[in-house]
């Protein structure tokens, strides 16, 4: 059992930077795949970036690329969300998320947390 606790989210303006954590615990992220997603109100969720530090494998969504960074500290079993030049349409309830190495799609994370909101509005 793995459990996920998220923070980091809060109210910015557009242009502004989050920086969003997920603290594990029951397991060693190293050799998962740790996902961050989110989803807005009325909208499906969507994969934002996922980290998999055994295989040094790194992705991110389109809509995020160049704007968003994920990184592992491992002495923490921590996994972060770096948001950058934050745009009104990231807002949304960002969750972290655990699978197995090579887990890609959302059915194949097994363990989430509760997740954390991210409001970009002036």
């Known amino acids: 059992q793995v459990q996920l606790v998220e923070s980091g989210g809060g109210l910015v303006q557009p242009g502004g930077s989050l920086r969003l954590s997920c603290a594990a615990s029951?397991?060693?992220?190293?050799?998962?795949?740790v996902g961050w997603f989110r989803q807005a109100p009325g909208k499906e969720r969507e994969g934002v970036s996922r980290i998999s530090s055994s295989e040094g494998s790194l992705y991110y969504a389109d809509s995020v690329k160049g704007r968003f960074t994920i990184s592992t500290d491992n002495a923490k079993n921590t996994v972060y969300l770096q948001m950058n030049s934050l745009k009104p349409e990231d807002t949304a309830l960002y969750y972290c998320?655990?699978?197995?190495?090579?887990?890609?799609?959302?059915?194949?994370?097994?363990?989430w947390g509760q997740g954390t909101q991210v409001t970009v509005s002036s």
């Open positions: 029951g397991s060693t992220l190293y050799y998962l795949t």
């Open positions: 998320a655990v699978g197995k190495r090579g887990a890609t799609l959302s059915g194949e994370f097994d363990f």
